[in-house]
């Protein structure tokens, strides 16, 4: 943890005994430890048990930041390897540049770590001495799960699940500067070794019918067993899905694509029914355009899904502590993913809304947007399956339009319910809000998301709807 003190207009006496004048000085360079046996975990300077005081400036403008640099306490065996000196292939840090490079050559044989770090938190003492600072971290990386599922009339036992040519070889560097926070290098990452072994028992998984009551289960393709709260996810580089665009040599004799031997494919050998042995081989889903397919701090899960007559895949982004509770599975439950908005169709960065029903994120209606005025959000929903989906709205109703979009299924007037099925886009839905005739400035829209089954009304807000959007007019 640094902190790189600016604008100060005494004299710093160092470590050493040196003193230091000038508006600028890394003021503090030291590791953090948490003292565990504390009521409430206790982030300290240096030695739990013999602490560094820390002792502000009466003047200057104190910028924090900081990285990962060890986890003492993982129970994982790779543990020991999370440690910056020797972990990563180069590890520089200079004080005057202020930058961080990290280069690690990433396969699934690699220990699986998680790198975190911060952006720069700025603290005037001006303002007052705060009793406490907050430096949230970031993920360096994101997380890949893979699900299988039957969803035909027929028995499917599947043998293995692989990802053939998948980029996961980058170099990254992050560069810390004082007034604009952290800036990474980016690009997408390249092919070296083999990604996501195997695991699945050589005896393989059955999957059994929807008919059988063993059906309608769903299995973690990874480990091969049957997926219960969470399914299990490896870390991997941020990617768009351009890097997951295959090249396409010709068409087979089934009518299908056929692809370079250096294509990135998901692989699935399975036996459906009585037939023979097959390997599927498949495309990510909607890998033509620039937008991201894994992407940092956030969990992409794929899904496959044994249809009649076809395998079908499909993938959506998770927040990074998305639970999937055991009563998901229950026929009335609402499993859902959380409603995000897409970029581009929306001015960001407005402030949220507070009222005196609590804090709304808020999505401004820009003219700017494509189409414009038109602002776009997306969510899969997965039980109960034929449950209603409606919005609800309240605010200045009579001055937006709502409509629902999965598939070829469509309702345009907010007041109309889209049926839930998991099988049609993987359950994704996509939400569209417009304004009513001319936009007015000012008008607000709330959303309140509700399920139906069994005759049954269930609030589904805190699936969907977990950040308490408002949509306005500027």
């Known amino acids: 943890m640094y902190d790189y003190l600016s604008g100060y207009s005494g004299t710093i006496v160092d470590g050493n005994g040196i003193s230091h004048d000038g508006a600028e000085y890394q003021y503090f360079g030291n590791t953090l430890t948490f003292k565990q046996d504390a009521a409430n975990w206790q982030w300290l300077f240096g030695d739990v048990n013999a602490p560094t005081s820390y002792r502000w400036t009466r003047s200057g403008v104190h910028h924090f930041y900081g990285w990962l640099l060890e986890d003492k ?79 035909s009339k027929t028995d499917v036992k599947v043998y293995s699940v692989s990802l053939q040519n998948f980029p996961n070889n980058h170099s990254e560097t992050l560069t810390w500067d004082m007034t604009d926070g952290v800036s990474l290098v980016g690009g997408n990452p390249t092919v070296s070794g083999t990604f996501w072994p195997n695991k699945i028992p050589s005896a393989g998984i059955t999957l059994k019918n929807i008919e059988d009551p063993e059906g309608k289960k769903t299995y973690d393709a990874y480990t091969g067993a049957l997926m219960g709260e969470n399914l299990s996810y490896r870390m991997c580089w941020p990617m768009t899905r351009a890097a997951l665009k295959p090249t396409v040599t010709g068409t087979g004799a089934d009518g299908n694509p056929t692809y370079s031997d250096d294509s990135p494919l998901v692989v699935v050998r399975a036996k459906v029914g009585s037939t023979a042995e097959t390997t599927y081989t ?68 407005i402030p949220k809304l507070i009222d005196a029903n ?71 839905i996509t939400l569209g809000v417009r304004p009513r005739g001319v936009p007015a400035s000012g008008k607000k829209l709330f959303l309140h998301f509700a399920v139906i089954n069994n005759n049954r009304d269930t609030d589904a807000d805190s699936e969907i709807n977990r950040d308490n959007y408002v949509i306005t007019i500027p």
Do not use: C
């Open 73 to 151: 306490t993982s129970t994982d065996p790779d543990a020991g390897n999370l440690k910056s000196s020797t972990f990563f292939s180069t590890y520089t840090y200079t004080p005057d540049e202020k930058k961080l490079t990290v280069a690690k050559t990433f396969t699934s044989d690699d220990p699986q770590y998680d790198f975190l770090y911060s952006d720069v938190v700025a603290k005037n003492v001006a303002e007052g001495i705060p009793t406490s600072v907050a430096v949230p971290m970031n993920h360096l990386f994101g997380a890949l799960g893979i699900s299988v599922q039957n969803t």
């Open 282 to 349: 498949m495309r990510f889903p909607n890998a033509d355009d620039d937008k991201p397919a894994i992407t940092a701090g956030k969990k992409t899960q794929l899904s496959i899904s044994f249809a009649d007559k076809q395998v079908q895949l499909s993938f959506h982004t998770l927040p990074w502590d998305y639970e999937e509770y055991p009563m998901a599975f229950e026929n009335d439950a609402v499993s859902a993913t959380q409603l995000k908005f897409i970029e581009g169709t929306y001015t960001p960065g």
């Open 358 to 428: 609590g804090k709304h994120d808020v999505i401004q209606l820009t003219p700017s947007s494509t189409p414009a005025w038109v602002a776009r959000g997306q969510f899969s929903v997965y039980t109960p399956v034929n449950g209603r989906l409606s919005v609800g709205l309240s605010g200045d109703i009579d001055s937006f339009i709502v409509t629902l979009e999965s598939g070829n299924t469509y309702t345009g007037t907010g007041n109309d319910y889209i049926l839930i099925d998991p099988n049609r886009d993987g359950g994704l």
